[in-house]
């Protein structure tokens, strides 16, 4: 009981610790929203007189929000599909008048024709399909007060505001997002290798779930790289203090295709190791191999000649285990390691570019 009574706290603390660590690395980007949405409530009611634009502060908070990814982009989904649902909405109330089942035609109709035309750009994520149900819900709940056109008027506003922020003040930094989320992926691939190596070697036993839960931590933060990239690419094209940076995110870029083509080696190479009655007569190096090549992903980011000689190391192993395979899983288990060893160092080359 009283070891029980010792790990509480200690979870606590690092709950605690973990929460703040998440807040330093957003807070700058948290007071952007919250000066953005006071900033479009102080131009819409003070300078524009609307009476209560309450939306406004709401449309560029929603846009801008805790991530710097993707914030532009957010915000032209968010008016073009308050656009859309306000004359989605109209149409329906003019039709059906008010009530239960105007609302759930408006909701049908809006949600189908964010699906019909939002694709690409516009249709990326869940912004605009949201913002066009409710706003066309909102025009007949409301509709004695006018509150579609009201929200029309705050979303553009609030939106204009987010994107000034997003674009001329403030916009990401390229290769910042682009070295978060690859630093996000080569992460998890060193733990996945780890564990790997932990169950092969007997240190651990393998969950339930395995290899399935490696494969979704993996693909989890490949979403990540990709938001990223389309990031990237949207801000060197549309921010003008981010234009002198084209050059260096196109390499940026070529190097996270090749940590995603790592990632799928390493996945393939986890999956080789657990096909049914393989693991248990894999050969000896094995181990040996997955926490080197842990190592090598670990020091990929900021010590590339550490990592180059541990993929050194690595590849040492791969050839030993290709001279040494006689049956056609250690043959695939042989080719997979060398795959991840070409991979990881085609990331590492292209960093120093």
Known sequence: MSSSLRIVPARGHAAVRTGFKRLRGVWFTLVQTSVASGLSWFVAHDLLHHPQPFFAPIAAAV????SN????QRAIQMMIGVTLGIGVGTMVQALFGPGAVAIGVAALS???????????YIGQGMMFANQTAVSAILVLALYRSGVGFE???DALLG?????????????ADPLEVLRSARVGVLGVLRSVLS??????AGRRQAPPDWPLSAVDRVHQQLGGLIE????????????????GRRDAVEAAERQAVHVALLAG?????VRAIALDGFRDRLPQSVPTVLVVLAAAVALAENDPAGASAYIAAARHHAFELQSGAREKSEVVLADVVAACVDDLQRVIDLRRV
Do not use: E, K, N
């Open 69 to 72: 990814v993707l914030r532009a």
């Open 265 to 269: 080696s390493v996945l393939q190479l």
């Open 228 to 243: 990223a990239r389309t990031t990237a690419r949207q801000v060197v094209r549309i921010a003008p203090r981010r234009w």
């Open 195 to 200: 564990r790997t190596a932990d169950v092969v």
């Open 63 to 66: 846009s801008l929000s805790i």
């Open 159 to 171: 939106g204009v505001v987010a994107i000034v922020f997003a674009v001329l003040l403030f916009p």
């Open 110 to 120: 809006a949600l189908c024709s964010a699906v019909f035309i939002g694709h690409g």
């Open 151 to 153: 929200r029309l008027f």
